[in-house]
């Protein structure tokens, strides 16, 4: 992933949410791309999930994340309404630090939905279903 809004780029993992409406990057992910979460808008209300209560942020600046495909294909799409999760502002120092190192980064559905989507036991595989629909190889 590439964050344009610093010009720095580093590799995220994501972790594959079906039931998440949107995507967000996690504290941590955010800070290692030189993001500085506290200069970020924060969306009205509290979000509920990733095992707790956080802040979302809008990383309000487009974002050109790359996707690679297992024979090293690359899938590019530009977002411009990431989210970064962060801790409450009320939060003690301890349940921050916790915050940070736990919440993951998350695909949610306005990324999946650019994909078509197989699971079984053994893995989950997406699959590109619309080249125009925002990315491009």
Do not use: W
């Not at 990057?25 to 509290?46: F, Q, W």
């Not at 942020?57 to 090293?72: A, H, M, R, S």
């Amino acid at each position: 992933m590439k964050s344009k809004l610093q010009g720095k780029s580093g590799k995220v993992d994501f972790v594959i949410d079906t039931g998440a409406t949107y995507s967000a990057l996690s504290e941590h992910d955010a800070l290692l791309l030189g993001i500085d979460v506290l200069t970020l808008p924060k969306e009205k209300g509290i979000g509920i999930g990733f095992g707790g209560v956080f802040t979302p942020c809008l990383l309000n600046k487009e974002v050109g994340l790359t996707f690679y495909d297992t024979q090293g294909d690359r899938y590019r799409l530009k977002k411009s309404d990431l989210h970064v999760i962060t801790a409450p502002e009320d939060a003690d120092e301890d349940t921050r630090r916790q915050v940070v190192a736990r919440t993951p980064s998350v695909l949610g559905y306005y990324i999946l939905s650019r994909f078509e989507l197989y699971m079984n036991k053994r893995m989950v595989e997406l699959r590109i279903s619309d080249k125009k629909k925002g990315g491009q190889r």
